[in-house]
C-alpha cells in the first residue's frame, strides 16, 4: 500500500492563490525608496525572497469563517516584510553567504547595506502599518519582532555553545520562528471572523515550533542543492540544535570530543563536519528532532478542531504536513 505524497506548498496556497498575487503586488509598490542605490538592493532582496508562506498562513486564518478582509493583504505584505528583514539582519550577523543558493545581501553588497537595509524593511513595514488605523497590529508584530530579536542575541551570547539545554533550544525556537508566525495567524483570525482569533493564535505558534525544529532537522539530513545552503551548515556556525543536543546526551566520550573539537575550530572543515553529522544520526539525534517536531504538528492540528469548515481551514492541516514532511 502506498502512503499517500505530502502536499506541496502549492496545494496550501491554492485556496487564497488570487489574494496572494495582491499580497505581492502589494511589497512590490512598498520597498521602493526613490533613492536609486537603496530600489537597487531591494529589488534584489525581492528576488531572494521566496514562498509566501507566512503571508499564506495569514490569508488562510483570515478565510476561516468566511469574512476575509481586504485589510489583510496588507498585513501579509507587512508580515512578509519583516520576515525578510529578519533573514537580511541574520544573514549579516551569521556572516552567511548564501541563501537559496544565490548570495546573501551582505555577500552581494556588504554587511553595511545588509544592515541598512534591514532597518529599512523594518521601517517601511511600521509606516505601512499605521495606514491601517488601528493600534493592536502595530503592537502585535512589534512584539514579534522584539521576540526576534531577543532570540538571535540569546543565541549570539552563549558563552559555552554546547552547553545550550533543550529547554533554551525551544525558547529560541519560540522568539525566531513562533512569534511571527503565531502573529500572521492571530492577525488572520483578528480581521476574518473574530472568534478564531486565539484558536488560530495557538495554531501559528506550535505550527512555527513545527516549521523551526523541521528546519533544523534539514540542516543535518537535506543535500545542498534541495535547501540551497551547505549541508552541516549550523555546524559550520557552531550553531546548536535539537539534533545536535539529543545526540550529545546519547554519545560516547569519544563522539563528544570529536564535536568539542569542532566547537573549538573557527572555520571546521568539510570533513570534520561530515563525521559530526554522522555521529548526530548514529545516535538517535535526528529520529528525536523528528519525533518532535511531528509532536508540535499534532498540537497545532488541535487548535483548529471545532472552526468552521471550508477550503481555508483544510488548507490549514494540509499546511501542518507541509512542515512537518518537506524536504526543502
Request: net charge negative; with cysteine.
Amino acid at each position: 500500500m502506498f502512503e499517500a505524497a505530502p502536499p506541496t506548498l502549492q496545494i496550501v496556497k491554492e485556496p487564497v492563490a488570487q489574494r496572494l498575487e495582491e499580497v505581492e503586488a502589494a511589497i512590490t509598490s512598498m520597498v521602493p525608496a526613490d533613492y536609486e542605490a537603496t530600489d537597487a538592493v531591494s529589488e534584489y532582496i525581492l528576488s531572494l525572497s521566496g514562498k509566501l508562506f507566512r503571508p499564506a498562513i495569514l490569508l488562510l486564518a483570515n478565510g476561516v469563517g468566511d469574512q476575509p478582509s481586504q485589510n489583510a493583504i496588507r498585513l501579509a505584505a507587512v508580515v512578509e516584510l519583516i520576515h525578510v528583514a529578519t533573514l537580511v539582519h541574520d544573514d549579516a550577523v551569521d556572516h552567511s553567504v548564501r541563501r537559496r543558493g544565490l548570495p546573501t545581501v551582505n555577500a552581494r553588497f556588504s554587511h553595511q547595506i545588509a544592515i541598512i537595509m534591514g532597518d529599512y524593511l523594518y521601517s517601511r513595514a511600521v509606516m505601512e502599518l499605521a495606514l491601517l488605523g488601528d493600534v493592536e497590529p502595530i503592537y502585535m508584530l512589534g512584539y514579534a519582532a522584539n521576540r526576534m530579536t531577543i532570540g538571535e542575541m540569546r543565541q549570539l551570547v552563549s558563552h559555552d555553545t554546547l552547553m545550550f539545554s533543550e529547554e533554551d533550544y525551544y525558547r529560541l525556537c519560540e522568539c525566531k520562528t513562533a512569534a511571527l508566525m503565531a502573529a500572521a495567524c492571530e492577525l488572520g483570525g483578528m480581521y476574518g471572523a473574530g472568534f478564531t482569533r486565539e484558536p488560530l493564535k495557538d495554531f501559528g505558534f506550535n505550527l512555527g515550533m513545527a516549521f523551526q525544529v523541521t528546519d533544523d532537522l534539514l540542516d543535518y539530513t537535506a543535500p545542498a542543492d534541495v535547501t540551497g545552503k551547505p549541508s552541516g551548515q549550523d555546524l559550520r556556525e557552531h550553531k546548536v540544535t535539537l539534533p545536535l543536543i539529543a545526540a550529545l546526551r546519547e554519545m560516547a566520550p569519544s563522539d563528544q570530543r570529536v564535536v568539542r573539537d569542532l566547537f573549538n575550530r573557527p572555520d571546521p572543515p568539510d570533513d570534520a563536519v561530515r563525521t559530526v553529522v554522522e555521529a548526530v544520526g548514529r545516535t538517535g539525534g535526528l529520529e528525536y528532532a523528528r519525533s518532535r517536531g511531528e509532536e508540535y504538528g499534532d498540537r497545532a492540528r488541535s487548535c483548529l478542531e471545532g472552526l468552521p469548515v471550508g477550503d481555508c481551514l483544510d488548507a490549514l492541516h494540509a499546511a501542518v504536513d507541509f512542515v512537518t514532511q518537506r524536504q526543502s
